[in-house]
């Protein structure tokens, strides 16, 4: 599985767009990116999953760079709520493997 | 809003006793999987079934660890006995894993285990 890069940490104005970036420069090309997050005391949440087109869902938006090397998560109006560690994850999407979950990138939503 | 659930969610034992948590995956799912979370180790794999046939269970301790899937509406794992050292929380999660689909999976509240 490819590796992946996330900052530490982020900050964010409430009601603003977060951007978390993630670097996946190895991927390979039967490869999605996944994204989770874990918010204090609870279980991973899965929030969306691309191949290699940007995706939408009601929680992101998910933009991956056309050489699929890095990509974005994008919380468009973030809310206290919002605050948790944000993980992204890159793995094939065949066989039956778990998910490793790396130190991702803890999004602090600022009031 | 189907969801994993998990029981129970808190549990303080002695060091010794035999312990066990239950896990029901999302109606319909094929594979389930047993995660452990420390602050030390982060969240790492313990097992994972798929049509409740065991299919890695190479992150578990083998001679105190044990994971099963009595039927497709539960799983469970035991610890006998218990150590210290196995406080943390252990989640358990399930997904749909058909042919070439995305590999999503879809975690538990987790069950908070203080071993004395």
């Known amino acids: 599985d490819a590796k992946t890069t996330q900052p530490p940490s982020m900050d964010c104005a409430e009601g603003r767009a977060a951007n978390l970036p993630c670097n996946h420069s190895?991927?390979?090309?039967?490869?999605?990116v996944y994204w989770y997050r874990q918010i204090h005391s609870q279980g991973p949440q899965y929030i969306i999953h691309?191949?290699?087109n940007n995706e939408t869902n009601e929680m992101a938006s998910l933009i991956i760079t056309e050489d699929r090397k890095s990509s974005t998560l994008i919380l468009p109006h973030a809310t206290l709520r919002d605050t948790a560690v944000y993980y992204c994850i890159v793995k094939e999407g065949t066989g039956a493997n778990n998910l490793f979950f790396g130190t991702g990138t803890r999004l602090t939503v600022i009031p | 809003d189907a969801r994993v659930t998990q029981t129970p969610r808190h549990k303080v034992t002695e060091m010794g006793q035999e312990v066990t948590m239950r896990c029901q995956p999302i109606?319909?799912?094929?594979?389930v999987f047993w995660y452990r979370q420390t602050m030390m180790q982060g969240l790492e794999l313990l097992a994972y079934?798929?049509?409740?046939?065991?299919?890695?269970d190479s992150g578990m301790p083998k001679d105190r660890f044990s994971a099963e899937m009595p039927d497709a509406t539960l799983a469970t794992l035991k610890i006998q006995p218990s150590e210290p050292r196995d406080s943390a929380v252990y989640f358990c999660?399930?997904?749909?894993?058909?042919?070439?689909?995305?590999?999503?999976?879809?975690f538990g509240p987790g069950t908070r285990l203080l071993v004395l």
């Open positions: 079934f798929r049509n409740r046939a065991p299919l890695d």
């Open positions: 190895t991927i390979s090309g039967n490869e999605y």
């Open positions: 109606l319909g799912h094929n594979t």
């Open positions: 999660a399930s997904g749909l894993f058909i042919r070439e689909s995305p590999r999503t999976q879809y």
């Open positions: 691309g191949l290699k």
